[in-house]
């Protein structure tokens, strides 16, 4: 089945503990993305890759690092988390990163910050 | 407001009724997608439309795009308890040669059965 996982669903930390969520994509897909969603304020962008070894930062990237070592990967890394980094996340891929090309969406990781 | 700026916020009627939300954006596009989040799930795709069409249909959806307007307006006809969930419009944006797609703040649609 076709489908993004993310990793974990759940999670909860502390501020300072590094934390890594994981992305991962079976469509062989270019394009990767991560987003926050924060009530009130919708999606926004993290970070995103246009294909191995290309990262580049969204709208909101301060905080967070990403890596794109192989096409079917993306994780989102958090070295220092704060609590305003409390939010639920998503990650999606889409075919090109061609704004004709749907994007699909992990069912997101709920990360709270205390 | 910001680019994909969805009204209402939130919408509220009974099953069998058409549900009809809007999505305004500011810049010029390519493409304005729709997709579906059901509570606190990951979003899922419902329809494209390209800039050089002005309707498109898929099941009981209904999308138009009036670019002079900038806005885009979906309708589900027949509503279903099944489709309560938040619904956003996304467009894209061309940045230093790369495509971005921005996401508004999104419309609750609950369908009381």
């Known amino acids: 089945e076709a489908q993004v996982t993310q990793n974990p669903r759940y999670l909860i930390t502390v501020t300072g503990k590094k934390l890594t969520v994981t992305c991962s994509q079976n469509?062989?897909?270019?394009?990767m993305s991560w987003y926050r969603q924060d009530p009130g304020l919708g999606l926004r962008q993290i970070y995103y890759s246009m294909n191995v070894e290309v990262t580049d930062k969204g709208d909101v990237p301060e905080g967070y690092k990403v890596s794109r070592k192989e096409k079917r990967n993306f994780p989102l890394i958090l070295e220092s988390p704060s609590p305003n980094q409390t939010s639920l996340y998503f990650c999606?891929?889409?075919?090109?990163?061609?704004?004709?090309?749907?994007?699909?969406f992990g069912n997101g990781t709920r990360l709270t910050v205390t | 407001s910001q680019q994909g700026e969805e009204d209402p916020q939130a919408l509220s009627i009974q099953e069998g009724e058409n549900a009809t939300m809007n999505c305004s954006y500011k810049?010029?596009?390519?493409?304005l997608q729709w997709y579906r989040q059901n509570s606190g799930r990951g979003l899922v795709h419902l329809i494209l439309?390209?800039?050089?069409?002005r309707e498109k249909h898929s099941g009981r959806l209904r999308v138009t795009l009036d670019t002079s307007k900038k806005s885009s307006s979906l309708l589900i006809t027949a509503s279903r308890a099944a489709d309560t969930a938040s619904y956003f419009c996304a467009t894209d944006a061309v940045t230093s040669g790369t495509y971005k797609y921005i996401f508004g703040t999104g419309t609750r649609l609950k369908v009381l059965a």
């Open positions: 999606a891929s889409s075919f090109q990163g061609q704004p004709n090309s749907p994007l699909h």
């Open positions: 810049t010029s596009i390519n493409n």
């Open positions: 439309i390209r800039s050089n069409e």
């Open positions: 469509m062989n897909h270019e394009y």
